[in-house]
């Protein structure tokens, strides 16, 4: 089946040592994102990436940044966690051939900080 | 500030009854509106969309509402199911092609056997 895969699922970091979460799809999607989702509220998009262009929102913190080496696969790069980035990480992918845009989720990373 | 809401953290309705789940938007510019269905520990899945040019779309047992001039769109579940219990999330998109959506917190739906 055509998914989005994250890995890993679980992740713990101490508090300032980098750590990277990575996506993969199988669907050919040519647009990617990653979203913050921390607990109670909404999905908050970092950034996306359409094919090799980057797109960064405005109040994504300098902290977080990543990288698309090919279609299939998407990192995120947490340069120094604090403990205000423990949340839920996911990674979502959309196709441009339809109107609008409908985007599949993977399952989401939970990163703890300690 | 909040362009999209969810006022009701929670619902729980009885199974075969109708659940509905409502969101509020303030963005005038949104003409593109999804709901998504979350499960523990899994990803948010697409569930149905409408188009602004739309003021009901159908399929299966849901069906999504929208009122533009009340910038207010609705999901009625008919009849609810235990399988419906779900965080469920209203997103909104700019314009045809935006790359972007704009989720509400969310809405736990709890359907009681």
């Known amino acids: 089946d055509a998914m989005v895969i994250q890995n890993p699922r679980y992740q713990v970091t101490q508090f300032g040592k980098p750590v990277t979460l990575s996506c993969s799809q199988t669907l050919n999607h040519n647009v990617m994102y990653w979203y913050q989702q921390k607990s109670s509220q909404a999905p908050k998009l970092l950034f996306h990436?359409?094919?090799?262009?980057?797109?960064n929102e405005a109040d994504t913190p300098d902290n977080f940044q990543s990288r698309r080496p090919n279609t299939s696969f998407c990192f995120l790069d947490i340069r120094s966690p604090g403990l205000g980035d423990a949340a839920m990480y996911l990674c979502?992918?959309?196709?441009?051939?339809?109107?609008?845009?409908?985007?599949?989720f993977g399952p989401g990373t939970r990163l703890t900080v300690l | 500030d909040q362009q999209v809401k969810q006022n009701s953290p929670s619902l729980s309705v009885q199974e075969g009854r109708i659940s509905i789940l409502n969101c509020d938007y303030t963005?005038?510019?949104?003409?593109?509106f999804l709901w998504y269905k979350k499960y523990p520990a899994e990803g948010p899945t697409f569930l149905i969309s409408i188009s602004s040019i739309k003021d009901k779309n159908e399929d299966g047992r849901f069906t999504v509402f929208l009122n533009k001039s009340a910038k207010h769109l609705s999901l009625h579940i008919v009849p609810s199911q235990p399988g419906d219990s779900a965080v469920y999330f209203c997103a909104a998109s700019g314009r045809a092609g935006s790359y972007q959506l704009t989720f509400g917190k969310g809405t736990k739906l709890s359907v009681i056997p």
């Open positions: 990436y359409y094919d090799k262009d980057f797109n």
């Open positions: 979502a992918t959309s196709a441009t051939s339809g109107a609008y845009n409908e985007q599949f």
């Open positions: 963005n005038s510019m949104f003409d593109y």
